[in-house]
């Protein structure tokens, strides 16, 4: 046991029964200041929530650019098969398999394959719109500002009123030099 006075000792050293009176009794103020109303979320559970969105909505995004460079990488080898012989021989990976094919073969199955993940792109930004708005009406709902928005804004007013005065500055002959 050590000898620190009772004001030295943090929470994690007080007996069992000291914290429980303790965080009851804190426990009963927080829960009476809310007005007994306790049907929405935490604060911490609005903004892990946000957060998750905002996460999905990024996977969403970043598997959308893996796929438009798959569309770009179709389209490429797709011209570069279009000026050569149908019967020529080429060679498609096929789920980690090499595999040899005609150039006529490979040709079709290439457009349906480019065609397929276009309409899986369309589908994606479809979702990433809707999650987009459902994010917007999160936001609006439970009043979530991100960090520096209303630093951004308060700079666009002030760098508004400086090209105000910087205008009237030039217009009387005296002008201001600003970094």
């Known amino acids: 046991m050590s000898y620190l006075p009772l004001s030295l000792r943090g929470p994690s050293l007080q007996h069992p029964s000291k914290m429980a009176a303790n965080s009851s009794s804190t426990g009963n103020k927080s829960g009476n200041s809310g007005g007994g109303k306790q049907s929405g ?17 990024r996977t969403m995004a970043s ?7 798959e569309i770009n990488e179709h389209s ?4 570069t098969l279009k000026d050569v012989d149908p019967s020529r ?18 040709l079709p199955a290439l457009e349906s394959n480019k065609e ?17 708005r459902e994010l917007t009406e999160y ?3 439970y009043n979530i500002r991100l960090v520096g928005e209303g630093e951004a804004e308060a700079q666009g007013q002030t760098a508004a009123s400086s090209r105000d005065s910087e ?13």
Request: charged share 25%; glycine share 8%; net charge positive.
């Open 41 to 57: 979320p935490s604060a911490e559970q609005v903004v892990a929530t946000f957060q998750k969105m905002r996460q999905e909505q």
């Open 76 to 79: 490429l080898v797709i011209d």
């Open 116 to 132: 397929q993940i276009t309409k899986i792109v369309e589908s994606i930004n479809t979702q990433m719109q809707s999650k987009g």
């Open 167 to 179: 205008g009237s500055a030039s217009k009387s002959g005296a002008g201001v030099l600003v970094s």
């Open 63 to 69: 598997k959308a650019a893996e796929m438009e460079m």
């Open 139 to 141: 936001r609006e709902r």
């Open 89 to 106: 021989k080429c060679f498609r990976l096929v789920g980690g398999v090499l595999v040899e094919r005609t150039v006529k073969e490979v």
